[in-house]
T-cell receptor, first 117, second 111 residues
């Protein structure tokens, strides 16, 4: 149980392109999803918290106009990197909470490797 | 400053050689501590949740323990398939996005 699917797993695109990443909870409903960024040999850094039906909450230093998050249903959240540049190249991972109002673990997708040329 | 520190950064073991990984934390109001396993190019896979000092959880060759300042992940008689990076994350209350991750311990088990 608690399977999170992330798509695509790898994207290579030109500078200036916008890229959309999907995160789906396959066997449960997720009212809250999270988006992280991970650099090599570094810990996961939270970018934003996404709640179904409401605006995402962004962490300090994360540009909301750059990283657009939509959580339109209980099983799908999307992250769009707008006008991507080489410095946006990274490993992006989403996660979802299975519990509501409890201290439950986050379950993670397999990540998206984004490379901007 | 709230911090989570994992040690060692990397650990090489021979198959069958038991050892422990450490996760020390300096957050106030710990609500939960999570252990994850991450394989290269993959997202973290949930292993354990620990809520209070003295608690222990076991799964196959892994056992996680928690004190007021640190957690240990004990690996008994590891196999090559246990090779991965093990991440510790601390939840300290409020929004459940308030997770602080350590940098992980990269475990390599040689046959």
């Amino acid at each position: 149980g608690a399977v999170v699917s992330q798509h695509p797993s790898w994207v290579i695109c030109k500078s200036g392109t916008s890229v959309k990443i999907e995160c789906r909870s396959l066997d449960f409903q997720a009212t809250t999803m999270f988006w992280y960024r991970q650099f090599p040999k570094q810990s996961l850094m939270l970018m934003a918290t996404s709640n179904e039906g409401s605006k995402a909450t962004y962490e300090q230093g994360v540009e909301k106009d750059k990283f657009l998050i939509n959580h339109a249903s209980l099983t799908l959240s999307t992250l769009t990197v707008t006008s991507a540049h080489p410095e946006d190249s990274s490993f992006y991972i989403c996660s979802a909470l299975t519990g509501r109002g409890t201290i439950s673990p986050q379950h993670f997708g397999d990540g998206t490797r984004l490379s901007i040329l | 400053e709230d911090q989570v520190t994992q040690s060692p950064e990397a650990l090489r073991l021979q198959e069958g050689e038991s050892s422990s990984l450490n996760c020390s934390y300096t957050v106030s109001g710990l609500r939960g501590l999570f252990w994850y396993r991450q394989d290269p190019g993959k997202g973290p896979e949930f292993l354990f949740t620990l809520y209070s000092a003295g608690e222990e959880k076991e799964k196959e060759r892994l056992k996680a323990t928690l004190t007021k300042k640190e957690s240990f992940l004990h690996i008994t008689a590891p196999k090559p398939e246990d090779s991965a990076t093990y991440l510790c994350a601390v939840y300290y209350g409020g929004s459940q996005g308030n997770l602080i991750f350590g940098k992980g311990t990269k475990l390599s088990v040689k046959p």
